[in-house]
T-cell receptor, first 116, second 113 residues
Framework: AQSVTQLDSHVSVSEGTPVLLRCNYSSSYSPSLFWYVQHPNKGLQLLLKYTSAATLVKGINGFEAEFKKSETSFHLTKPSAHMSDAAEYFCVVSDGYGGSQGNLIFGKGTKLSVKP | EAGVTQFPSHSVIEKGQTVTLRCDPISGHDNLYWYRRVMGKEIKFLLHFVKESKQDESGMPNNRFLAERTGGTYSTLKVQPAELEDSGVYFC???????????FGDGTRLSIL
C-alpha cells in the first residue's frame, strides 16, 4: 500500500529565509507525487507534481521539490519565504493502479508559519 | 473557467438530522472525488465518480453516507442520520481524467452538535 509521511507538523521560518518541508513516501512501484497547499478557509491548490519525468520539479510561487528514489523522499523547498506562504502544505501520493484509479493519499500536513 | 464549487460552505446540524452537501465540478470534468478531513486527522478519500457511475466507494465510512451524481454533472453527499464523528471538512475535487491533477473546492465545514 502507498503512503506518505510528513516529518514535521509545524515549521516556522523568518521572511526571506529558506523553506524546507519534508516528506517521505512508501510505494511498491513508481509513484505519482504531489504537493498541495491550503490557505485558511480555502480549498487545496496544486503546487507541483512528479510523474516520473525530471526528478527536480518546479512548481508555482517559487516552490520546487526533488524526487529521491534512494531516500524515498520528496521534500518541498523554496529559497526565500514570503509572508503569503503561511499555510498548510500536504504531501500526496496517487493511488493510480488497480481499482482505485487516481485517488489521492494525503500526509497529515505541515503548517508553515512565516515571521516578519 | 469556474473552479469546483461546494455548497454550503458551513453547516451546523444536530445529531440525528440529515444534511446534504453539493459539489459542482469544473465543466467537462468526468472525474469527481469526495474527501473528508476529520479534526486532527489527515484528509481521506471517500469515493470517486466517473461521469454518473461510482468507480470506487471504498472510502465511504458506513451506510449513513449516500453519494449521487445524477446526469454526470453535480454531485451530492447526504449524511443520514448525522453522528458526532461525522464532523469535519468535506472536500470535493474534479479532474478531466483520472491521471490528471485534481482541482479542489473550498470545502464544506460540517459541525454536528
Amino acid at each position: 500500500a502507498q503512503s506518505v509521511t510528513q516529518l514535521d507538523s509545524h515549521v516556522s521560518v523568518s521572511e526571506g529565509t529558506p523553506v524546507l518541508l519534508r516528506c517521505n513516501y512508501s510505494s511498491s512501484y513508481s509513484p505519482s507525487l504531489f504537493w498541495y497547499v491550503q490557505h485558511p478557509n480555502k480549498g487545496l491548490q496544486l503546487l507541483l507534481k512528479y510523474t516520473s519525468a525530471a526528478t527536480l520539479v518546479k512548481g508555482i510561487n517559487g516552490f520546487e521539490a526533488e524526487f529521491k528514489k534512494s531516500e524515498t523522499s520528496f521534500h518541498l523547498t523554496k529559497p526565500s519565504a514570503h509572508m503569503s506562504d503561511a499555510a498548510e502544505y500536504f504531501c500526496v501520493v496517487s493511488d493510480g493502479y488497480g481499482g482505485s484509479q487516481g485517488n489521492l493519499i494525503f500526509g497529515k500536513g505541515t503548517k508553515l508559519s512565516v515571521k516578519p | 473557467e469556474a473552479g469546483v464549487t461546494q455548497f454550503p460552505s458551513h453547516s451546523v446540524i444536530e445529531k440525528g438530522q440529515t444534511v446534504t452537501l453539493r459539489c459542482d465540478p469544473i465543466s467537462g470534468h468526468d472525474n469527481l472525488y469526495w474527501y473528508r478531513r476529520v479534526m486532527g486527522k489527515e484528509i481521506k478519500f471517500l469515493l470517486h465518480f466517473v461521469k454518473e457511475s461510482k468507480q470506487d466507494e471504498s472510502g465511504m465510512p458506513n451506510n449513513r453516507f449516500l453519494a449521487e451524481r445524477t446526469g454526470g454533472t453535480y454531485s451530492t453527499l447526504k449524511v443520514q442520520p448525522a453522528e458526532l464523528e461525522d464532523s469535519g471538512v468535506y472536500f470535493c475535487a474534479s479532474s478531466i481524467s483520472f491521471n490528471q491533477p485534481q482541482h479542489f473546492g473550498d470545502g464544506t465545514r460540517l459541525s454536528i452538535l
